[in-house]
């Protein structure tokens, strides 16, 4: 079974730059997430998707941080504008339900992102 | 006060080594616990679900105690392959199924 799908696997922009990242979930799985690690710390949840619907973004800086997940299937992540602060590794996931149910998140490789 | 805490390592421990990692986390109200395991520069994957009556899968063996709010992950017999980042995560006690993460607990098994 193919795995969570994430493009690019590397970026360096300049601050005030914009960058989108890309990810395509596990075939079937309805809740896609995405994540931000910054080095030295754990996976920090920034949105949540059911479908193509948004269950949570507290955690999303909205001011320059955007995302879509239109055909609920495939989600892009978007930062206009980058600052420094934003380098670090993001990481899509997904799983198969959501609410109350656990299921496991299975994650994809992730982006690393370098803002200079 | 970090919704879960760990102690952030690095454990450096021969081979053979029993290790233990800890972990506290702040709400009552959560009610599911894991911990994954991260490989340098790869993505977390899942370890092992922790259940309230203890659980053990092989070398290693998971705790909780939810009166403490404390989670404990066990490994005997350390090997090579283990070295990695251990991550304490907690589902968040909302009906989502939003998973907090711990910084991670760096282990390195020594030859």
């Known amino acids: 079974e193919a795995g969570v799908a994430q493009s690019p696997r590397y970026k360096i922009i300049e601050k005030r730059q914009s960058v989108a990242f890309w990810c395509n979930p596990i075939?079937?799985?309805?809740?896609l997430y995405w994540y931000q690690q910054i080095l030295g710390q754990g996976p920090k949840l920034l949105i949540q998707?059911?479908?193509?619907?948004?269950?949570?973004d507290s955690q999303l800086p909205k001011d320059r941080f955007s995302a879509e997940r239109l055909k609920g299937v495939d989600s892009t992540l978007k930062i206009q504008p980058a600052k420094l602060e934003d380098s670090a590794v993001y990481l899509c996931?997904?799983?198969?339900?959501?609410?109350?149910?656990?299921?496991?998140?299975?994650f994809g490789p992730g982006t690393r992102l370098t803002v200079t | 006060r970090k919704e879960v805490e760990q102690d952030p390592g690095p454990f450096n421990v021969p081979e053979g080594a029993t290790v233990a990692f800890n972990c506290t986390y702040s709400?009552?109200?959560?009610?599911?616990f894991f911990w994954y395991r991260q490989d340098c520069r790869k993505e977390p994957k899942l370890l092992m679900s922790?259940?309230?009556s203890g659980n053990e899968d092989g070398r290693f063996t998971a705790q909780l105690n939810r009166a403490s709010q404390y989670i404990s992950l066990l490994i005997r017999d350390s090997k090579l392959s283990d070295s990695a980042t251990y991550l304490c995560?907690?589902?968040?006690?909302?009906?989502?199924?939003?998973?907090?993460f711990g910084t991670g607990t760096l282990l390195a098994v020594q030859p």
């Open positions: 998707f059911q479908n193509n619907g948004v269950v949570d």
């Open positions: 075939s079937g799985h309805a809740t």
């Open positions: 995560v907690v589902k968040d006690g909302g009906a989502t199924n939003k998973l907090i």
């Open positions: 709400n009552s109200a959560s009610q599911s």
């Open positions: 922790v259940y309230s």
């Open positions: 996931a997904s799983s198969l339900g959501r609410g109350g149910l656990v299921y496991e998140q299975y």
